[in-house]
């Protein structure tokens, strides 16, 4: 008797499932179904490009003040930067910590040395590969423009280029002079 109640109940899903179907599939086209799925897909797929906030909750403040090669942030070439020095995480003010590679993209800051009295154009390279490392934490904004001007916006996680996409921290290799 048991079989015969799974067998109704069986065919009362199938009956079910079979009229939602149906009346989709009248309320619904099929272009209308692809275009949703290719939003879906475009979506998920801009997802990860998003910018995002590295810094955990943690203000430049909390940064520990010391001198240049312990990671001050008031360094002149950090005017731009945005993240954590890897100078406090292994590395140094232009090379990337052991383990970690430097991002394959960048975003472009122009400081002035005050001890020339000349500005210079600065590359910030986004460590990768490791997590983060958390310790010295700048947060130097000049220059910076909104997220949409993404060559010129420092609060993006710029290791989204790179096979490891997770933040380590970053550093401060000059360019060039800036020409005026």
């Not at 599939?25 to 209308?32: E, P, V």
């Not at 997802?47 to 943690?58: C, I, K, T």
């Amino acid at each position: 008797m048991s079989d015969v109640i799974i067998n109704r109940l069986m065919a009362a899903f199938d009956r079910a499932a079979e009229s939602a179907f149906r009346r989709s599939a009248q309320a619904i086209g099929r272009r209308s179904a692809l275009s949703t799925i290719g939003k879906l897909l475009v979506g998920g797929a801009v997802l990860p490009v998003l910018p995002f906030d590295r810094s955990g909750g943690a203000h430049a403040a909390d940064a520990p003040k010391a001198d240049v090669a312990d990671g001050n942030c008031d360094y002149w070439r950090y005017c731009a930067l945005d993240g954590f020095l890897c100078s406090c995480c292994g590395g140094s003010v232009s090379a990337c910590p052991p383990g970690a590679e430097p991002s394959k993209v960048t975003w472009i800051g122009t400081c002035h040395n005050p001890n020339d009295g000349k500005d210079y154009l600065v590359s910030y390279n986004d460590c990768c590969g490791k997590t983060s490392c958390g310790r010295c934490l700048c947060n130097g904004n000049v220059g910076e423009r909104p997220g949409y001007r993404m060559g010129i916006h420092n609060d993006i996680n710029w290791c989204m280029a790179n096979n490891q996409s997770m933040y380590h921290c970053t550093v401060s290799v000059l360019v060039g002079m800036a020409e005026k």
